[in-house]
């Protein structure tokens, strides 16, 4: 299966739990719309760049559009689509009112200049400005893109319309952004798996952890969770992955990232594949980079009790079929890694407010989202005999059909 295609596998089965009509489905798994865009940037050397955007607007029966805008090579329609739809369903499952949308651009930023990302940016928006706003669509970082990009983003879309800071989040903090923001979405993560651990009558003190991606989600749930005294067994990058069956330290290993570019080479430890991080024996695996990392090649070789999807979709459909089989407890990313925008709604609350919170007040409020969210997954997986996975789609579906319907057709 691809992306889209496992998207909607989850969602047919939590449509089959709600006993929902033909006519719903169709409704709730078409995007609202999809835009491709050609964006013509000068290069440093003069030669002229072509590069395929992507937005993909998917529901917005809840609020506005919302979503991340990712810089990837492998950036295509399916992934969009695909990633838009979860938007609608994450935004659903922790309760904020945005819809969902995705977006992106097929380009590998690590072969442009600075100067040339900014141009590409700004470019982009004047691409897919009629179509977004404070109140329309609220665009914000993904994979490869950052504070500094919103930050040309925002100022972009301002030249046209007017300062609009709530047009964008993941602003830089000097700029409108919201304290909490950079930690959000490993915060979450870390709340999720308390949460779960507490059910099952564990703590996250001792608990071993491995983490496969190093970048921001991997980074901070890795930095938050061994504060909590949990222990990081292993951790990786693009570069490979290193290991200590005692625990990493890993603010040191954050520094040695920052002074060497990667994980790999840190002493003390033994180098490990991303491969074989994933079957080490464990208690929590935490897949924090890319997609459909967790497959039917290797879900059965899994050895973690407990699997917390910290980047978007790491686990096929036929891998969780054998974890649901196994007994493995999947954590899915539509709660476990929701933390990043239910911190830019508060983002867009304080613009629009015009008033900035505390980051205490910040990490305070996402806590209670979380936990309320699990609350409510909890609740249904009860009612329903269901996996959480399954329980989770079915709460999110639940709550967008209600919209949809209070709201009407025409």
Request: aromatic residues 8%.
């Amino acid at each position: 299966m691809n992306a889209t295609e496992t998207t909607n596998h989850y969602l047919s089965q939590a449509f089959d739990l709600l006993k929902l009509s033909p006519r719903y489905k169709t409704l709730l798994l078409t995007p609202s719309r999809e835009l491709r865009v050609e964006i013509a940037i000068e290069l440093d050397d003069g030669n002229i760049g072509n590069f395929i955007g992507y937005r993909i607007q998917h529901d917005n029966s809840r609020g506005p559009y919302k979503g991340g805008l990712r810089y990837h090579p492998d950036v295509d329609l399916d992934e969009v689509r695909s990633l838009a739809s979860l938007m609608t369903w994450k935004t659903a499952v922790v309760n904020v009112p945005f819809g969902g949308a995705k977006g992106g651009i097929q380009v590998d930023p690590s072969k442009l200049s600075r100067r040339e990302l900014e141009r590409l940016s700004r470019r982009f928006i004047d691409q897919i400005a009629e179509l977004i706003g404070p109140d329309a669509d609220i665009p914000a970082p993904d994979m490869n893109t950052n504070a500094a990009v919103m930050a040309w983003m925002f100022d972009q879309y301002s030249r046209r319309y007017g300062f609009s800071p709530g047009v964008v989040t993941g602003k830089p903090v000097e700029l409108h952004g919201s304290f909490g923001r950079d930690a959000a979405t490993g915060r979450g993560c870390l709340f999720a798996i308390r949460e779960v651990l507490a059910a099952a009558g564990k703590k996250l003190d001792g608990t071993r952890f491995t983490v496969q991606g190093f970048g921001n989600v991997g980074s901070w749930f890795a930095r938050l969770v061994h504060q909590e005294g949990g222990r990081v067994l292993a951790v990786s990058d693009v570069k490979g992955g290193i290991t200590n069956p005692d625990g990493l330290d890993i603010p040191r290993v954050v520094e040695h990232v920052k002074a060497t570019g990667s994980v790999v080479g840190f002493a003390g430890s033994t180098p490990i594949s991303n491969e074989d991080l994933l079957v080490l024996d464990t208690d929590v695996l935490v897949p924090a980079a890319l997609g459909h990392v967790l497959t039917k090649d290797n879900a059965d070789r899994v050895k973690a009790k407990w699997v917390v999807e910290a980047a978007n979709g790491p686990t096929t459909a036929e891998a969780d079929e054998i974890f649901n089989r196994r007994g493995v407890v999947c954590l899915p990313d539509i709660w476990a890694n929701a933390g990043g925008v239910t911190v830019s709604y508060f983002e867009w609350t304080q613009n629009t407010q015009k008033f900035r919170w505390t980051e205490e007040a910040v990490n305070r409020e996402l806590e209670s989202h979380m936990v309320e969210a699990w609350q409510a997954i909890k609740k249904t997986m009860e009612q329903h005999q269901c996996s959480m996975r399954t329980a989770a789609f079915a709460l999110a579906v639940s709550r967008v059909k209600e919209a949809t319907d209070l709201r009407g057709l025409g």
